[in-house]
């Protein structure tokens, strides 16, 4: 049947009036394929004066609209489309070119009839009243005329205007026309729901929702816009063209034709030919023809993916295999010599039940068992004998198939469904006669997926194309673009979407777009291709120079130093920063530096409401810093980002001490209020805030050492000072209202009472005010006139900085005259045109060009350097996810794979990057908000995933790809909560620690409110549509992500607006760096099956594999991290400012001044670790498998447990060893290794012995070593001994606890020998342990009010809770992970020598994490670090008892010697 003869094939023939390529001066466009679109495409074309030609693979135009005739000719069917809707869109069609159908349409009625699974079967009317009145019957409180009239809307405005747009781009939608239909009816619901909420008939409801299948998707997930589906056939009517459903085809063809297309049937297109951007000819077998545009409308994915070159495909097979099709389907042409008189025009068998079948098809994928099916007898209404022979029946039959079962289609599978289908007819729609049907069958042919493929290309055997559920309508279709220039795209699979009248519509937009491309080509110039092509490589050399210099800051902390002055001096000295771009770069980089000094030193004394002493700490901790640093020769980032550049310069011009001392005597006069009663008092102040500034511009201005520079540095000197007070005293006159606020006075109240005005009245309006201004700036332009001297003495080169720094400078002074003296109303400011019109006047064209292109890189640079680091952190994630394959990575792809290798490091190197950088409190205050955001975090998400999982809106690879589940949530989906609020904590540690916002605006009282007003009104109207979306199928992930998120942020911005708005500098880089990392992350895990989201549930992809709803959700909740921490250290920052007692004593807990490291804080993150564990798992009540217990084990232990043996060769280098004597580094790693050695021997001898061994030595470690410092003080050999038990033997509790599962454990560690008498053994010591732990418990007690005391307490009893609930495995990588190994590296710190620093240690840490990490997963074969691990358990157990051994033989050394 594949090639069915045609019936109109020789209307198309070439006509010999102009071949493909003829010698023409119209441009040559060639359409692929001649269905429906190709056909519209090609009239449209020609219309707008192409010469087209059309290349049809099969011999009949129409395309899917195909006519299968019997051999003998008696028998016609119409074999694809045979429902002709919306008949007005074709008579638009033709009325576009001037013409009007010949065919006769006739209308059906009724339009159908439905045979149901009660023995019933309904004719359903031909019109919307008869419609509605059989609704008023079957459900008297319907309300479907208001559905209707909804649907009336939406399908009006879809003739008119959606379905006409190629939705190319998503400024597409921004359509107020959309935007109200959105807002005022149901649009992104689930259809299903949509004609649910209107009628509880469950026949109506089948009525209304069956058109859903039309469209490719099932009723429940395709969006309730697609009412408008029924809207069309229910209130439009169902028509018949006389001739079939291909004879409209054969009309456009006919049409096209005469308009001068040439239309070559059985000539498939084999090959497009291109060159870099351009389709260049086009191949069949039979020629090859050049062309300057291509239309193709024939199936979107072979064309793409077969004909079109590589480097031109805008999607890649895997963006195809993730298509949802729409269900195929199987076909029968069955040619009767009786007909059946049970059946109309269109007959649908409902008899099995529709939702059965759908939810067969569409959920599962799967055969239905009894398909529901639909036969046309187009004879019912056809002229007699044009269908079917006289009295017969020529029926079609059509049997929805899931796609997925393509290669399933087999000739044994058609024939059951065939028998099957003739059953139920014979059953439901008998002949009279009472004869089976099968004794009338006179021809009988099928077709199904495999013809599909065959004739039409169809991607997975595809009958209708795409599924139009919501991730796949509108602008998430396949594109009309390509990458071709002068290609595009048109049919089914593009927009609108499937159906005869869509493909049509897409036909005629394609070829606009078309069109619009060829022109455009057509117009363009040679130069403007030049100059395009030089703009992109203008642009590619800024990135890459971009590149370097950020690379440059992420590497360098002296260059990030630099650039952060560079950005203070851009930011807050405009007009000196423009000017000095003219010098060479040294030089500008020294100035930025003195700049950038002068700028932070007078913040410490400018902030407003901050108390005297307060002003003076920060600014004595400041000039503290920088003496520091000017003494050791280096400044110190981690005290001031702005320090090493700093003396750098200060080394590099040889300034004076003298100079800064004299500067910062100045700026501590401005740390009280202060006001100027004489002038006397206000020259003196300017001689050490602005004078000083001429010393330290001359050495940069006169450089060099020899006598005349020197000279000449001095005879400018007064001139160089003037000019630092000229700028001074302008500076002055415009900030008297900031100044006044600050509590300042500069402007001599002796003027002020000459011309009888005081500055306290902000009267600009009082009659002395513009005298008193009016004289500051005379002396001010005095000033200048003498500077005016010094300029001209200044070398040529440096001599336009200073006069342009001068000139824009003294420009403020007509500017405040123009503001009519009012200096209280807003910052008077200089405009950037009249500063470069000064420029121009000044400064030759080249120079301007440079201030004018550092201007703009300063700009981008200022945002960068806060970025720089975290980008490039992003940048090389997804670099080198993008490149795992290569690598090991997706060979051992699990979830809790992605933790070890990914997530975990990267929170690790997070936070490393935090430690290096941050203030010791702000580490602190940081680290423990992180901490417990994490345990909030992880509560409240913990409902909210459980239900998406429920509900499946995500998924994951099943139980085995996990190491366990809770609920319904996998274990590393909680620990993803945690690691990602300690991600944005560190992060957001890192931006805070370099962010300066001082002189950033403050926002008033008011602006707070209004915002605060404001952005409560968008959160609410945002969680009011989220609480909309939830509800329906395909928007239910947004939905849900709004309703769940939205209301802690409403919180927290009526909480802290103000803060929100004033630490914007902070929370928003974190924001924007976290989620684009997690969403790289996201990215990755979804192409590689880690997780899942349901396509049906999601609106769409905003990148290839990131859902739309997934990048959403990382920016809400780094955004409530972020905004949840900027709160809480504000709210810690401002009690302690207050001094609020009980809030001091938290703070004392939170943040210990001195070490951040602190044993209280390290127990209160142990403890809230092992109490979610415990908590968790007692409220889910999961059994957990040995398995699982052990892969997640593996995985914390590399990651956490491991490195901290790391510290071993620290501890030996600190001399810490097994020997002091000479030469005692060699010796002490020789004991170390032979330790190691004997351990093994032990292993491989006697694995009983070697596991007693470790077990004794453990509680010796955990039990010395873990114990809080100070808690043994005191005690004397007993009392220690029995603390150490208490604690060191804690995982005792378990074999009682949990006996079997410790057996069971310690017995794949011995590897199946006999374990003896341990076990019992172990039984004792657990009842010794509890006497041990009694009166430890009794002993802490005693002495609570000490902090060890109480940490000890604590600590008992968590870690008896711990081992006592808990599977055995899960209380030892807790206790393991989370209480000794952290404990460890802080204990171990205190011992080493002061040299070794904590960073060093954190630094080996981590370091080992990785190695340990790529170790297991190497030992796990390259498979999975989860899958079959327990082979790889004994291996790491022995590995770390190995390794263990003379860890703690060490540690106990280094404990003894300190
Ligand atoms: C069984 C069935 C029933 C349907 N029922 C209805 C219905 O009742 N009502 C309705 O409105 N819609 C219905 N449809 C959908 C409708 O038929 C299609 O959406 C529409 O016809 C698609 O038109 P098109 O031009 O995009 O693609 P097609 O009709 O598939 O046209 C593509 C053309 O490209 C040709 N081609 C492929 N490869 C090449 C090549 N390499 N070189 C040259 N030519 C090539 C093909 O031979 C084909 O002729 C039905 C579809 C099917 C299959």
Not at 1314 to 1326: C, K, N, V
């Amino acid at each position: 049947m594949a090639s069915a003869g045609g019936t109109a094939s020789g209307l198309h023939g070439n006509d010999g009036r102009r071949g493909a390529g003829s010698d023409d001066a119209r441009q040559h466009v060639v359409v692929i394929g001649a269905g429906y679109a190709g056909l519209s495409a090609a009239l449209e074309l020609a219309q707008r004066g192409y010469n087209v030609t059309v290349f049809e693979k099969l011999a009949q135009v129409g395309g899917r609209a195909q006519v299968v005739t019997s051999p003998d000719g008696r028998f016609v069917f119409d074999a694809g489309p045979s429902w002709w809707w919306m008949p007005e869109l074709y008579d638009a069609v033709l009325d576009r070119y001037g013409l009007v159908s010949q065919l006769a349409m006739t209308r059906l009625d009724p339009a159908y009839t439905v045979v149901l699974p009660n023995e019933a079967t309904v004719q359903v009317p031909g019109s919307l009243p008869q419609l509605l009145d059989l609704a008023d019957e079957l459900d008297p409180g319907h309300t479907l005329r208001a559905l209707f009239d909804e649907a009336s809307i939406k399908y009006k405005a879809a003739v008119d205007e959606w379905l006409w747009k190629p939705m190319i781009s998503w400024t597409e939608l921004i359509d107020p026309g959309l935007a109200a239909a959105a807002l005022t009816s149901d649009m992104l619901g689930s259809f299903e729901s949509h004609v649910a909420a209107h009628t509880a008939s469950p026949l109506l409801r089948m009525l209304l929702k069956w058109p859903a299948i039309f469209i490719g998707a099932s009723p429940r997930d395709a969006p309730a816009l697609y009412s408008l589906m029924t809207y069309a056939g229910h209130a439009r009517g169902t028509w018949y063209p006389a001739g079939g459903l291909s004879a409209p085809a054969r009309e456009l063809a006919n049409a096209a034709t005469a308009a001068g297309v040439v239309i070559r049937t059985n000539e498939p297109v084999i090959k497009l030919s291109a060159t870099e951007s351009h389709i260049s000819s086009v191949c069949t077998p039979q020629q090859c023809v050049s062309v300057d545009g291509v239309l193709a409308a024939a199936d979107y994915h072979y064309v793409e993916q077969e004909l079109l070159p590589q480097h031109l495909r805008r999607y890649t097979s895997r963006y195809w295999a993730r298509r949802q099709l729409s269900p195929s389907c199987m076909l029968f042409f069955l040619g009767l010599e009786e007909a059946l008189p049970g059946l109309g025009h269109h007959t649908f068998f409902f008899d099995t039940g529709l939702d059965e079948h759908l939810s067969q098809v569409f959920d599962f994928g799967q055969h239905a068992a009894a398909p529901t099916f639909y036969v046309t007898a187009a004879a019912r209404t056809a002229p007699e004998g044009a269908t079917a022979p006289p009295g017969g029946d020529a029926l079609f039959v059509l049997v929805p198939m899931a796609y997925a079962l393509n290669g399933t289609d087999t000739p044994a599978l058609r024939a059951a469904v065939l028998e099957q289908v003739l059953d139920r007819m014979d059953a439901r729609t008998p002949l009279a006669s009472g004869a089976s049907i099968r004794s009338v069958l006179a021809y009988n042919a099928s077709y199904g997926t495999s013809e599909f493929e065959l004739d039409f290309h169809a991607l997975r055997g595809n009958a209708f194309g795409l599924a139009n559920i919501l991730s796949q309508s509108l602008v998430f279709k396949p594109s009309m673009t390509s990458g071709a220039r002068n290609m595009v795209f048109a049919g089914h699979m593009t927009n609108p979407g499937p159906g005869v009248p869509p493909s049509m519509i897409s036909g005629i937009v394609a070829a606009g777009v078309l069109d619009e491309q060829l022109s455009s080509h057509s117009h363009s110039t040679e130069l403007v291709n030049f100059m395009l092509v030089g703009a992109k490589w203008v642009a590619c050399g800024a990135v890459v120079l971009h590149a370097a210099v950020l690379a440059a800051v992420l590497l360098s902390t002296r260059v990030a130093s630099y650039a952060h002055c560079i950005s203070l001096f851009y930011r807050h000295g405009r007009t000196y920063f423009l000017a000095s771009t003219l010098f060479d770069p040294v030089r500008f980089v020294d100035t930025a530096a003195m700049y950038a000094l002068f700028r932070v030193a007078d913040d410490c004394v400018d902030v407003v409401g901050a108390s005297a002493e307060a002003k003076r700490a920060a600014l004595g901790k400041f000039m503290a810093a920088f003496w520091a640093g000017l003494e050791a020769g280096a400044g110190e980032y981690h005290e001031h980002p702005v320090l090493p550049a700093v003396i750098e310069t200060v080394r590099r011009r040889g300034y004076s001490a003298n100079l800064f001392a004299t500067f910062f005597a100045s700026m501590s006069m401005d740390v009280e209020t202060k006001v100027c009663e004489t002038w006397d008092e206000t020259w003196e102040y300017m001689r050490g805030s602005a004078a000083v500034i001429g010393d330290f511009m001359l050495p940069l201005l006169i450089p060099g050492d020899d006598e005349k520079a020197k000279r000449a540095r001095a005879k400018a000197l007064a001139h160089a000072r003037d000019l630092g007070y000229g700028f001074q005293l302008t500076n002055m006159i415009r900030d008297i209202g900031e100044d006044l606020e600050l509590g300042r006075e500069y402007v001599p109240r002796e003027e002020c009472r000459a011309h009888g005005v005081t500055l306290a009245a902000r009267a600009p309006d009082a009659p002395g005010w513009r005298g008193t201004i009016e004289t500051v700036m005379a002396k001010a332009e005095a000033c200048y006139a003498s500077a005016d001297v010094g300029i001209a003495m200044l070398p040529g080169d440096v001599r336009p900085v200073v006069a342009l720094a001068r000139a824009m400078y003294s420009e403020l002074h007509p500017a405040i005259r123009s503001a009519e003296y009012n200096v209280f109303s807003g910052r008077v400011v200089v405009s950037g045109r009249r500063k470069l019109e000064l420029a121009a006047r000044m400064v030759p064209l080249l120079p301007l060009l440079r201030i004018t292109l550092a201007k703009t890189y300063a700009a981008v640079l200022c945002c960068a350097v806060a970025l720089a680091e975290p980008l490039a952190g992003v940048a090389f994630l997804a670099a080198a996810l993008s490149e795992s394959e290569r690598w090991m990575l997706p060979s051992m792809v699990s979830y809790a794979g992605l933790h070890a290798v990914v997530t975990i490091p990267l929170v690790c190197g997070v936070w490393a990057v935090a430690v290096r950088r941050a203030p010791t409190r702000l580490l602190a205050a940081g680290g423990m908000w992180s901490a417990a955001l994490a345990l909030v975090a992880f509560v409240y998400t913990t409902p909210w995933d459980n239900y998406l999982v429920y509900r499946q809106v995500w998924g994951y690879g099943g139980a085995a790809a996990v190491v366990g589940v809770v609920g319904w949530v996998p274990v590393e989906e909680y620990a993803f909560f945690v690691l990602e609020t300690l991600l944005v904590g560190g992060v957001w540690v890192v931006m805070a620690s370099q962010s300066d916002d001082r002189g950033e605006q403050r926002w008033s009282g008011e602006a707070v409110t209004r915002r605060r007003r404001l952005g409560l009104g968008v959160l609410a109207g945002a969680w009011l549509a989220g609480a909309r979306a939830a509800s329906g199928r395909g928007t239910e992930y947004l939905g849900l992500i709004a309703v769940w998120a939205l209301p802690v942020l409403a919180l927290q911005w009526a909480a802290g607006a103000g803060v929100l708005l004033h630490e914007w500098r902070v929370w928003l880089p974190t924001v924007a760096t976290s989620a684009s990392a997690l969403c790289v992350i996201d990215m990755w895990s979804i192409s590689h099956g880690l997780w899942r989201i349901a396509p049906e549930a999601s609106i769409g992809e905003l990148a290839q594999d990131l859902p739309v709803e997934e990048a959403l959700f990382f920016v809400v909740t780094s955004t409530m991290c972020a905004w949840g921490l900027t709160l809480a250290v504000d709210a810690c920052r401002r009690a302690e400012a207050r001094g609020v007692a009980l809030t001091a004593v938290v703070l004392e807990m939170l943040m210990p001044p001195t070490n951040v490291s602190s044993e209280t804080m390290l127990a209160a993150f142990s403890h809230g670790i092992a109490a979610t564990v415990v908590l968790a798992l007692w409220v889910c009540g999961a059994e957990i498998s040995l398995e699982s217990q052990a892969a997640a084990l593996v995985v914390t232990t590399c990651a956490i447990g491991l490195p901290h043996g790391a510290l071993d060769p620290l501890l030996v280098l600190s001399g810490a060893s097994f020997t002091r004597r000479a030469g005692g580094m060699a010796a002490s790693w020789a004991v170390y290794v032979v330790l190691m050695g004997a351990m093994y021997a032990v292993w491989e001898a006697a694995p009983v012995a070697a596991l007693s061994l470790f077990l004794a030595l453990s509680i010796a470690h955990f039990g010395e070593g873990d114990a809080p410092v100070g808690s043994m003080c005191d005690a004397t050999w007993l009392i220690h001994a029995i603390e150490v038990f208490a604690r060191g033997g804690a995982f005792l509790v378990a074999t009682t606890t949990h006996r079997a599962q410790v057996a069971a454990v310690f017995a794949d560690l011995v590897d199946g020998q006999e374990l003896g008498m341990l076990m019992t053994l172990l039984s004792l010591l657990r009842w010794a342990h509890f006497v041990a732990v009694v009166g430890s418990a009794a002993r802490h007690v005693q002495r609570l009010e000490t902090r060890a005391a109480a940490v000890g307490l604590a600590d008992l009893v968590m870690l008896n809770v711990l081992f006592g609930t808990t599977p055995p495995l899960v209380g030892f990588m807790v206790y393991f992970n989370g209480f000794h190994a952290l404990r460890h590296v802080v204990r171990v710190q205190t011992q080493l020598a002061p040299a070794i620093l904590s960073r060093s240690s954190l630094g080996a840490c981590v370091v080992a994490a990785i190695v340990a990490g790529a170790f297991v997963a190497w030992q796990a074969g390259g498979t999975s670090l989860v899958h079959g691990v327990s082979g790889a358990t004994r291996g790491v157990f022995v590995l770390l008892s190995v390794m263990a051994t003379p860890h703690m033989a060490l540690v106990a050394c280094a404990a003894l010697q300190s």
